[in-house]
């Protein structure tokens, strides 16, 4: 197994090139159905990449229907590689950003509001657990950022709908990706990143407070608000 190590550019492009050679490999056959790849360690060498960028890209796999993984044996080529999920394929870097976000506001307010209604005390602390990662003093922007898709992925548990939670994992690497640019916008000012917390505070409040209608507004703000930095790329 011999790779031409990737160029070193932002990691989401990294991530992206690896994905694409991945999933041609599977698609080609080079890969048949049922077969395990390299460990994660063995692709990040052989790519010249951290195995966080790998584990991203297989992530995105699992979510295309091309993977599984089996706990304690590695990951493995789906048997039936044609039987796939739907997909999400937006046309245009800047216009996917922007369509995640529209698809993001659609699942996430309604969730908001069902979570505030049927939360538990186990809910509400694993958001609790995610917000102390997420505070501006908190610590490294990998840390916070990956406490910040597991918030979003809370509230979805907290739905109890089981439809609900098994398409925001779906979305879980458009969520890295949008919430990854968001995040980075925002930690350029002090003042912007605060906001941003507070905002993701005020959906928690709602929800322990079991206020469905303000987890709604409080969803939306975060998420309009993300997207209006995006826009204006400040």
């Known amino acids: 197994m011999n790779y031409t190590p990737v160029r070193r550019s932002k990691t989401n492009n990294l991530t992206d090139k690896i994905t694409a050679t991945l999933r041609e490999e599977i698609i080609s ?75 993001r506001i659609a699942v996430e307010v309604q969730a908001a509001m069902l979570a505030a209604e049927r939360r538990t005390l186990s809910d509400l602390r694993d958001m609790e657990r995610c917000l ?38 779906f979305l879980q690497p458009h969520l890295y990706e949008s919430i990854w640019q968001a995040r980075r916008l925002s930690s350029k000012k002090a003042e912007t990143e605060a906001i941003s917390f507070d905002d993701h505070l005020a959906i928690y409040e709602a929800i322990n407070a079991s206020d469905s209608e303000q987890a709604q507004i409080s969803a939306l703000r975060v998420l309009q608000g993300s997207l209006s930095r995006l826009s204006r790329k400040d």
Do not use: C, W
Request: aromatic share 8%; charged share 25%.
């Open 132 to 169: 102390k990662e997420m505070q501006p003093s908190s610590g490294s922007f990998d840390k916070a950022l990956a406490a910040d898709i597991r918030f979003h992925l809370a509230i979805a548990r907290a739905t109890k709908n089981p439809l609900i939670v098994s398409f925001m994992e």
């Open 29 to 103: 056959g080079k890969y048949q159905p049922g077969r395990q790849l390299p460990s994660g360690k063995d692709l990040s060498e052989s790519f010249g990449v951290s195995i966080t960028v790998v584990r991203e890209a297989l992530s995105r796999l699992k979510s295309d229907g091309l993977v599984t993984s089996h706990q304690g044996k590695g990951v493995f080529v789906e048997d039936d590689t044609k039987a796939r999920p739907f997909r999400l394929n937006p046309a245009g870097r800047q216009n996917s950003i922007v369509h995640i976000f529209e698809l």
